[in-house]
């Protein structure tokens, strides 16, 4: 069984910092790419940032320049630093693996089970 464990969620005021962090476990043969995304109430699910094995990375127009990510694929783990932190921030920040369980021979999609990030004054 897999499992992806997220950290670090919580209040912070406009302007403020937080990071995320991830971690995979369980019976896992190897992660091709991980990543995070969240969803706001009454909106659909977006990409956030995303960083691949190889080292590629993918950001979000609206979070671009604001928040960095970084993979640690040798712990199956990967963080999401987020400063300048707006009230549009706010939403339930999920994480996603794209990885091969052990008993398989193909890629899934895993998710968290979500943090929530609330930013306000």
């Known amino acids: 069984q897999v499992q992806l464990v997220e950290s670090g969620g919580g209040l912070v005021q406009p302007g403020g910092s937080l990071r995320l962090s991830c971690a995979a476990s369980?019976?896992?043969?190897?992660?091709?790419?991980m990543g995070w995304y969240r969803q706001a109430p009454g909106k659909e699910r977006e990409l956030v940032a995303a960083?691949?094995?190889?080292?590629?990375?993918n950001f979000a127009d609206s979070v671009k320049g604001r928040f960095t990510i970084s993979g640690d694929f040798a712990k199956n783990a990967v963080y999401l630093q987020m400063n300048s932190l707006k009230p549009e921030d706010t939403a339930v920040y999920y994480c996603?693996?794209?990885?091969?369980?052990?008993?398989?021979?193909?890629?899934?999609?895993?998710w968290g089970q979500g943090t929530q990030v609330t930013v306000s004054s």
């Open positions: 960083t691949t094995s190889s080292g590629r990375t």
């Open positions: 369980g019976s896992i043969f190897s992660i091709n790419a």
């Open positions: 996603n693996a794209d990885l091969r369980p052990a008993w398989g021979l193909s890629y899934y999609a895993y």
